[in-house]
Structures are given as C-alpha cells and as structure tokens.
C-alpha cells in the first residue's frame, strides 16, 4: 500500500493538475500505476522524472537502498503501465535500458537532476533506467475514429499487429547485433533482450486479456442473437487456444533469449505471426459486420448516478 505520504502527494497531485507543493515542488513529477507483480493489484507512485526526446526516464533510485524499488518489479512483471502527467492520463510501455543505452540515458538524468548520482554511490546495485514509450491510439499506423463496436476491435487488432512488427524488427536486430559480434576481440553485442522481453510480455498479456474478453462477454452474447453463427465462434474460440499455446512457448523461449537460438526463435515467432494474423483477418471477416452498429463507448444505464473514479491503488 502506499505510505500516507505518497497518499497525500497523489491526492494533490490529481486535485491541483500534476502540481503539488513540499520537496517537490517545482520538479517534474508523474504518477505511475503498476501490476502488483504478485498481488495483480493497482499501485500508484508519485515519481520524478527526465524529459529524452518524446520519452520520459525513470530511475529506479529506491534512494540509494540496496535493492530495487517495488515499482520496478511490477513492471518487469506487467510492462504496460498508466501515467497521469499534468492533466493527462495514458497507457505507456514500460521499457528498462541496458548496456550502453542504460548508461548513456543515466548520464543524461545525471546532468538534468545530480541527485540519482548521489543515489548511485550509495549503493552498489546500478540504478535502472526505465523509457516509458508512449502508446496512443493517434500514434498506431491506421488509427480511426472510435463510435462503435468494430471500430474498437479494429483499434486492437492494430495495436496487436504493430506490436508483433515491432517484436519482429527488434528480434532481427537483436541477432543481426549478435552475429555481427562473434569474431575474436570483438566488443560484445549490444543487448537488446530486455527490451524484446517486455515488448513481448505486453503483447502476449494483451492479447490474452482481448481473448479472455472476447471468449467470455462477446462471442456468447452475440451468439444469443446470431445462432447461426455457432461454428463461427467456436472456430475462433479454438485459435484462441491455438494462439495461447504459441505464446507460451515464445514466452519460454524469452527467458533465455540471450543464449536462444536464432533460427528456433524466429520459427517460433513466423508461427505465432502467420497464427495470429490469419485468426484476426479471419475474425473481422465474419464478425466485424455484426458489430458495426454497437455504439461504443456503451451508454451508462438509466437512472444510475455517475460514480467518481476511485484513484486510490
């Protein structure tokens, strides 16, 4: 749970657009929820942070301490994360930097805010650099307006597709990096595994909770008006369980990708690729008509009161 002074600067924070008073005033501050990597539960964080470019840096500074803060954790386990920034809110994948790139970015928060300097000779564990990318619908190749149902599922299949590109083009450079690296005295290859993985891991965790959705509130209760299209939904609902069982096989290949075998790995992401590309045509051909006339976002229910969102971890 958060300490009632972390309570205290969140509750400011969401009250006053991103501004609050006390040691951090005047500082760049955001908010970050993470995934309780065990619990599964919602924790916000009032953090500092540095501008690079369009990203924002985090230091896993912890204040020196020996071991790495619980923030850090959560996002190794749970990559995609909610940062609220001044008076916006968005999802952001959460990347941590390694060799080189790690140092190079460190420097540059060094330069814009000495105090991680001070932090790192406290400790003898590196202080880890975490880029939060930033993934909006304006910024995913063929975004749309969303009105209704199909236009959502639509917007997900893109970000899928795009994410599974982008997995894919880092996977080449990652081992096009390797074998570049193999001769005597060659300097080791840069390490682009970590990044694989959590791309990785928030494509696959993404992709399971839209199946999960989908197997469990969409297909039975566009089968209560659609009976005929029975076989349809349960076509989709064994992909479904072909492509899980891909992704757990990727998955496992993931935690050993520094050593993994080149050829494998790509065979394994060709299939999981060709598997998921042929059962998203396949979906939006035979459903996507059906929900072009669902509005979305839905309309709240009659006669209710607009609850408050609970910003509370």
Not at 262 to 274: A, G, I
Request: hydrophobic share 35%.
């Amino acid at each position: 749970m958060p300490t009632s002074f972390n309570q205290s600067v969140i509750e400011e924070f969401r009250a006053n657009g991103g501004k609050v008073g006390g040691p951090f005033e005047g500082g760049n501050l955001l908010l970050l929820t993470t995934t309780g990597a065990k619990s599964g539960t919602e924790r916000t964080t009032p953090l500092g942070y540095v501008r690079h470019g369009d990203s924002l840096l985090l230091v896993g500074s912890n204040l020196g301490a020996p071991s790495h803060p619980d923030w850090y954790h959560n996002l190794l386990a749970h990559p995609v994360v909610r940062v609220e920034l001044g008076t916006q809110t968005f999802q952001a994948l959460a990347v941590p930097a390694e060799g080189a790139r790690r140092d190079e970015l460190f420097e540059r928060a060094v330069q814009i805010a000495p105090g991680y300097g001070d932090y790192q000779a406290r400790t003898t564990r590196t202080l880890p650099v975490v880029v939060l990318e930033r993934a909006e619908p304006d910024d995913w190749e063929g975004a749309r307006e969303v009105s209704t149902l199909a236009d959502k599922l639509m917007e997900v299949h893109t970000w899928l597709r795009g994410q599974l590109r982008q997995v894919k083009a880092e996977v080449d450079a990652h081992f096009a990096a390797c074998a570049a690296h193999q001769g005597p005295g060659e300097p080791p290859a840069p390490s682009l595994g970590l990044q694989i993985r959590q791309r990785c891991l928030a494509f696959c965790q993404s992709l399971e909770f839209h199946h999960t959705s989908e197997d469990a509130h969409v297909f039975p209760g566009m089968a209560r008006y659609h009976p005929h299209l029975a076989d349809t939904f349960d076509r989709l609902r064994d992909e479904h369980r072909t492509v899980a069982r891909i992704q757990s096989e990727l998955v496992a290949l993931l935690a050993g990708i520094s050593i993994a075998d080149p050829q494998r790995f790509r065979t394994e992401l060709d299939e999981m690729s060709t598997e998921l590309n042929a059962h998203l045509d396949y979906e939006e051909e035979s459903i996507l008509p059906l929900l072009s006339e669902v509005p979305w976002p839905p309309a709240p229910p009659a006669n209710t009161t607009e609850e408050s969102e609970d910003g509370n971890a």
